[in-house]
């Protein structure tokens, strides 16, 4: 079916102006002032990306480690509190990586919380979590959800009929893992591995409050000492040159299709563990969600006591709630009615030219936020100065980022859609509009509501882009937590934090399980 031209110009339009900030970074750092090669040697270069990248390939081994073990743990073996555990794993994915970088720094700071507990011992003074090992420690406790996700939903349809073959072979569990699960795993431990590599890279919070240099807080510090600084091109268009590499392999490694094509058994034989592995396996996960989950909420918790007993100021978060809300519903919405009509051609009218725009809009949502937003304040700066620091150009830096949210969500719910439904509607004589209103529509919506409530709760929790592009005076919740923290202004932080979570923690938890409710056998 030939694609309407005035659909085909719509999405050409979209995406084009949907990647004009990633066109700009590159021309800039094409025609810069002096030599690459020379900057590169004076500004650290190598030293810096050696940081990033072994940062970057630290926080995917934890997560792999983590994601993977206890994926397969509860998917494999049988023991009391699987169901409870497995939504415990997964509740670290409300906290945005700066609310645990604020809890860990707070609580492990020279003098921090951690002290009342090892004072019993007389321990007076500790030397701080901090630079590379307390990023390390964050990103990997609030990042390893995304693997246990992906992996555990693979592994629950993968065709244990092999498996079962394998232990009537005579093989131990160790080999069963080993030989028979794992090699059919790669796909989806790739996928979830090049997925948190993407959200370290891109991660500025955790790294800004825990003072490690990485190229997103070095981006930002140049940005500040010289907002048109040619050391900010260049360091933005080469972080972004590397996420966009990531985040395109990413997206063609078919995780889905190795689901679709298993003959999953719906009555998987769970192995028993004897009292010592059960105790062992009851530690490991005892210990994994307290300091994923319990300890970050102890912490904010204590600190907001601390607050209201000294008498904390409440209205200070007020404004940062209003601005919060108010600019995540904007997006949210309009991210609902610019996905439709992408969805609607990237689905029902197969081309080689929609499915390569397809891939690059996709894309564009493992790219890091500072860059995206960096390059807006470029072009605000030199050709719409009446743009610069508006909410117009604000909620536009959102949608770049999140958009892919809402058009993947409605690119699932296309699938309920058969080809007989439209060729029936053309029978009976109705138009493509019609079609489209009376078919097409009505089964995409629910797909695409859902991908806007994501749009919603990820604007709600975006930080970089919110401090390089926001009004003068407009606050969200994201930066005051991230100034507060800063300034070491704790329980003010903890307050917007435990707003910020609240607001987020029910439809986060609702939007990542919805995939794992047709699992039966935990």
């Known amino acids: 079916m030939k694609i309407p031209k005035f659909l085909s110009s719509l999405n050409v339009f979209i995406v084009v102006t949907f990647l004009s900030p990633i066109f700009y970074l590159f021309f800039e750092t094409v025609n810069l002032n002096d030599n690459i090669l020379q900057f590169i040697e004076i500004w650290d270069f190598y030293e810096l990306f050696f940081r990033t990248f072994s940062l970057v390939v630290g926080v995917v081994t934890i997560s792999l480690i983590l994601g993977l073990s206890s994926s397969l743990i509860i998917s494999r073996f049988k023991f009391k509190g699987s169901k409870i555990i497995l939504s415990l794993l997964i509740l670290p994915l409300v906290f945005p990586s700066y609310i645990g970088a604020l809890t860990y720094s707070s609580a492990f700071s020279p003098k921090g919380l951690a002290i009342n507990f090892l004072s019993i011992f007389g321990i007076r003074e500790i030397s701080g979590l901090s630079g590379y090992i307390g990023s390390l420690v ?19 349809n993968l065709d244990n009929n092999i498996e079962e073959a394998a232990k009537s072979l005579g093989s131990s569990k160790v080999k069963l893992f080993t030989r028979v699960i794992l090699p059919r795993m790669k796909q989806p431990i790739t996928y979830s591995a090049l997925l948190v590599g993407l959200y370290v890279l891109s991660d500025f919070g955790a790294v800004s409050i825990m003072k490690y240099s990485t190229l997103t807080k070095v981006i930002y510090t140049y940005y500040e000492i010289d907002i048109t600084g040619d050391a900010v091109y260049l360091y933005s268009t080469l972080l972004l040159l590397t996420s966009f590499l990531l985040s395109f392999i990413q997206r063609n490694s078919d995780v889905s299709s190795q689901i679709q094509n298993s003959s999953r058994s719906k009555n998987i034989k769970k192995m028993e563990l004897n009292k010592f592995k059960l105790f062992i396996t009851y530690t490991y996960f005892v210990l994994v969600v307290f300091f994923s989950l319990i300890l970050p909420i102890l912490v904010l918790i204590y600190w907001l006591k601390n607050g209201l007993d000294s008498g904390l100021n409440v209205e200070l978060v007020y404004k940062g709630i209003i601005g919060s809300i108010f600019a995540s519903v904007t997006t949210g919405v309009l991210a609902f009615f610019i996905a439709i009509p992408i969805t609607v051609a990237f689905t029902q009218y197969k081309s080689n030219f929609n499915k390569i725009l397809e891939k690059v809009i996709l894309t564009l949502y493992g790219l890091p936020h500072i860059t995206i937003g960096i390059s807006l304040l470029f072009i605000s700066l030199k050709f719409v100065p009446r743009l610069y620091q508006s909410f117009t150009l604000l909620i ?24 007989s439904f439209l060729e029936a509607s053309s029978v009976l004589g109705y138009s493509r509009l019609k079609t489209f209103y009376k078919v097409t529509f009505p089964m995409i919506r629910n797909g695409i509501l859902s991908g806007a409530a994501l749009v919603f709760l990820s604007t709600i929790k975006e930080l970089p882009q919110t401090l390089l592009l926001r009004p003068t005076g407009f606050k969200t919740l994201s930066v005051d937590i991230w100034s507060f923290s800063i300034e070491g202004q704790f329980t003010e932080a903890a307050f917007s934090s435990i707003i910020l979570l609240a607001i987020s923690a029910i439809p986060t938890y609702i939007l990542s399980t919805r995939n794992l409710r047709s699992q039966n056998d935990i």
């Open 138 to 156: 964050v990103l990997s406790l609030f990042t390893y959800p995304y693997v246990l996700l992906i992996c555990f939903n693979t592994i629950s």
């Open 396 to 419: 536009f830096s959102y949608l770049i980022v999140f958009l892919p949210q809402a058009i993947g969500a409605g690119r699932a719910s296309t699938y309920q859609i058969s080809n």
